[in-house]
């Protein structure tokens, strides 16, 4: 939606749509989960997504008035202030990131791996902390860049990320069903 990347994907996931996949395979579609259908065997997935562009038109209106008309009075928020919001921001929604949760993959014995998250299931353990363990060392450069005086570059850092992905299935690190799996747009 936006490079807001916590707020996108929070907004993102709460315009899920779900439905329930019974033990016979039939799928009816629903906008909120039903609690009850876990105890009759059907399992709540994901279905798609409610496209709308209502919240991002008035999310972006709101921070434009308040840039025209209350500029005097967000002059005077501290900056201690915005830090903690976005720290909260950031660290309330990390626990729903792939990149998180198969980071901790590391920490975890080989016994208590989970075994029901698609890309064990598809990628295997081993394959998927390779993957995982590229992605942390583009973040840790990045972050390091951004700390240097060559930081005013760090968009171009962004734009370069997706070219890296595509070179990782151009040279065969991994197929393109793997990083579907791993680092897909729905998971």
């Given at each position: 939606?936006?490079?807001?990347?916590?707020?996108?994907?929070?907004?993102?996931?709460?315009?899920?749509?779900?439905g329930?996949?019974?033990?016979?395979?039939?799928?009816?579609?629903?906008?909120?989960?039903?609690a009850v259908?876990?105890?009759?065997?059907a399992?709540?997935?994901?279905i798609?997504?409610?496209?709308?562009?209502?919240?991002?038109?008035?999310?972006?209106?709101?921070?434009?008035?308040?840039?025209?008309?209350?500029?005097?009075?967000?002059?005077?928020?501290?900056?201690?202030?915005?830090t903690?919001?976005?720290?909260?921001?950031?660290?309330?929604?990390?626990?729903?990131?792939?990149?998180?949760?198969?980071?901790r993959?590391?920490?975890?014995?080989?016994?208590?791996?989970?075994?029901?998250?698609?890309?064990?299931?598809?990628?295997?353990?081993?394959r998927?902390?390779?993957?995982?363990?590229?992605?942390?060392?583009?973040?840790?450069s990045?972050?390091?860049?951004?700390?240097?005086?060559?930081?005013?570059?760090?968009?171009?850092?962004?734009?370069?990320?997706?070219?890296?992905?595509?070179?990782?299935?151009?040279?065969?690190?991994?197929?393109?069903?793997?990083?579907?799996?791993?680092?897909?747009?729905?998971?």
């Amino acid at each position: 939606m936006v490079a807001a990347t916590v707020r996108s994907l929070a907004h993102m996931k709460s315009l899920r749509n779900y439905g329930f996949k019974s033990s016979d395979t039939t799928t009816s579609s629903s906008t909120t989960p039903v609690a009850v259908a876990s105890s009759e065997g059907a399992v709540v997935e994901m279905i798609g997504v409610q496209e709308q562009r209502v919240s991002g038109l008035a999310i972006h209106s709101l921070i434009g008035a308040a840039l025209l008309f209350g500029r005097h009075l967000l002059r005077q928020i501290p900056t201690s202030v915005l830090t903690g919001l976005f720290l909260y921001l950031g660290f309330s929604s990390i626990g729903t990131t792939d990149l998180y949760d198969r980071s901790r993959l590391f920490l975890m014995d080989n016994r208590d791996l989970p075994t029901s998250k698609p890309y064990m299931k598809e990628v295997g353990a081993k394959r998927t902390k390779i993957f995982t363990s590229i992605q942390i060392a583009l973040l840790g450069s990045m972050w390091w860049i951004k700390e240097t005086k060559l930081g005013v570059f760090f968009p171009v850092l962004i734009g370069i990320l997706a070219p890296i992905r595509i070179a990782l299935d151009k040279w065969n690190v991994f197929s393109k069903k793997e990083l579907e799996t791993l680092d897909g747009e729905i998971g």
